[in-house]
Each structure stands twice: as C-alpha cells, then as structure tokens.
C-alpha cells in the first residue's frame, strides 16, 4: 500500500514563481526522502530529511517536515522551465530504529513550469 | 564514474513466455531493488536485496522472481508474462545513511526497462 500521498497531483506555474508540492504518510519512518522524474528517465535524489529534522535546504530547495501531522513539503523557489518534471516523496517501510528500512513511493506531483 | 545500467531499455513479449531483465550496479552497493511503475499508481515495490543471496517480496512480488549471486546484478524475472505485467521496470541501489543502521539512504535508479505483453 501506498505510504506517502503527494499534494496536488498536479501544479503548472509560470517561470520565477515559487513551487510548493507536500507529502502525507501513515507511519513512523526513520527518514523521508524526495526524488524528481524527468519524462522517460529514472528518478535522481533530490534531498533526505531525517525524522529528528525539521528543515533542510539544497540550492533551491527547502524540505519541511512534521513528524506529529505525519506531513512533509517541498518548496522549490523561483523555478525554471526545467524544473518541469514530476516530483515524488518516498519513506521507509518502518521506523524505530535497528532495521534498514525499504523506501515506499507516493504517486508523484507533476510540476509544469511554463517560461 | 559509477552507474547503474538496465538492459534491455525495451522489450515487447508475449503472454505465458519468460522475460529476464537485467541490472548491473557497480556502486558496490549491499542494497537493490525493482520497482515498477504505473500510471495512477506511482512506483510499487517488487524485491529487493540486502546482499548476495538475500532477496525479498515486496508490495508486488507474485509472477516474479530475483536472485543475487554477485554484489553488482539482480536480475527480475517474469516466470510467464501477463499482460497485466505490461510496465515500466526501475532498478535501484543504495547504502545505509552513513553512522547509522537504521533508514534507506539514497536510491540510484537506473533509466527503467518498458516491457509489454501482448
């Protein structure tokens, strides 16, 4: 079953504009992760935010996260056409310590950036 | 520079045959994994890897097999295509975050493998 839930599915912004897609998830997690799809490529690591953090910041990315609302958001600031691609946050099967978890995917945000 | 490479990028079978594909990392990395992905479903967990000889279900196992002989391959195998089995393949490697044993660190996906069964 799916663990995190992507919002929205969907977000077209103009070129310069700041983009905020968020990821809700069930279970506690040792780490959260997000990750970015160009169309027909795999995906590439974008930035891990572990459960004791609460923010993190990678050029043009800031990560959030909550552990109490079980909520993470990712803000990409004055985008570029090519940020164009869809947008996925993924977590570990199980939190707690002790094991290497497994990451489980949402269904991703698509991110159309139009110049 | 390290990579990880899956062959072949596409491949078109049909119902009830064996297809293998295949997945070479040489990051040297314990971890790997296949997924597949879906439109409206996003990616699913298929098997993954600790190390050599260890494999593991996940979400979606059935109709599936993977083995690990070496560090650097695993290879996904379809027993007897189904057409519900049409998808795009990813296969990942990653470490633990470093100074703890415990959270996946960073996936290395591989450009995916489009199989569809007719």
């Known amino acids: 079953s799916q663990q995190g839930e992507e919002d929205p599915q969907a977000l077209s912004i103009q070129e310069g504009e700041n983009a905020t897609m968020n990821c809700s998830y069930k279970?506690?997690?040792?780490?959260l992760q997000w990750y970015r799809q160009n169309s027909g490529r795999g995906l590439v690591h974008l930035i891990l935010i572990r459960s004791n953090e609460r923010e993190k910041h990678s050029g043009r990315l800031r990560v959030t996260l909550d552990t109490s609302k079980k909520s993470s958001s990712l803000l990409i600031t004055a985008s570029r056409a090519a940020d164009t691609a869809s947008y996925f946050c993924?977590?570990?099967?199980w939190g707690g310590g002790g094991s290497q978890g497994n990451l489980i995917f949402g269904k991703g945000t698509k991110l159309s950036v139009k110049p | 520079d390290a990579e990880i490479t899956q062959s072949p990028r596409h491949k078109i079978t049909e119902t009830g045959r064996q297809v293998t594909l295949a997945c070479h990392q040489t990051w040297n990395h314990n971890n790997m994994f296949w997924y597949r992905q879906d439109l409206g479903h996003g990616l699913r967990l298929i098997h993954y890897?600790?190390?050599?000889?260890?494999?593991n279900k996940g979400e979606v196992s059935d109709g599936y097999s993977v083995s690990r002989s070496n560090t650097e391959d695993l290879p996904l195998t379809l027993e007897s295509a189904a057409s519900s089995q049409t998808s795009v393949y990813f296969c990942?490697?990653?470490?633990?975050?470093?100074?703890?044993?415990?959270?996946?660190?960073?996936?290395?996906f591989g450009e995916g493998s489009r199989l569809t069964v007719l």
């Open positions: 279970t506690s997690i040792n780490n």
């Open positions: 890897s600790y190390g050599v000889h260890d494999t």
């Open positions: 990942a490697s990653s470490e633990p975050i470093p100074g703890t044993s415990a959270g996946t660190g960073e996936l290395f």
């Open positions: 993924a977590t570990d099967a």
